[in-house]
């Protein structure tokens, strides 16, 4: 599974003013959005869950951190500093995030509605849930 995980090139423009870029659902993420939410003045780490159904890209909009992901076997690890990249996380992987730097912003654009139920809120039902 973690083979589906990647780095997208968020489009981006830079002139004089700064850089803005931009983010289309089905163009720029490889699914239709549904939810953005993003976590600032972080103070532990974050994640520590996968969800049986909902593809995200996660994005380090300011600042820097971590990205752990765990698919049962293997780990991986992302370090993300770069706004005009996204990672790709697929369903039913176990991320943990960490290492935030301060004043960093988490942005996540995700492709279902919130619903805590449909997520493994710990690496052994996770685990137990690949299993079955």
């Known amino acids: 599974m973690l083979d589906q995980v990647k780095l997208i090139s968020l489009p981006s423009v830079s002139d004089s003013r700064g850089v803005l870029t931009a983010i289309e659902s089905t163009r720029d993420v490889p699914f239709e959005i549904k939810r953005i939410f993003y976590m600032h003045h972080i103070i532990r780490d974050r994640g520590g869950h996968a969800h049986r159904d909902t593809d995200q890209v996660v994005i380090a909009a300011s600042g820097s951190f971590t990205v752990e992901l765990f698919d049962g076997k293997d780990y991986k690890l992302f370090d993300l ?8 996380i697929p369903r039913m992987i176990y991320i943990t995030m960490t290492n935030f730097s301060s004043q960093s912003v988490c942005l996540v654009i995700a492709n279902s509605f919130y619903d805590m139920s449909r997520s493994f809120r710990s690496k052994d039902d996770y685990l137990n849930s690949l299993r079955k």
Not at 81 to 88: E, F, K, M, R, V
């Open 81 to 88: 500093n770069d706004p005009t990249q996204g990672l790709y």
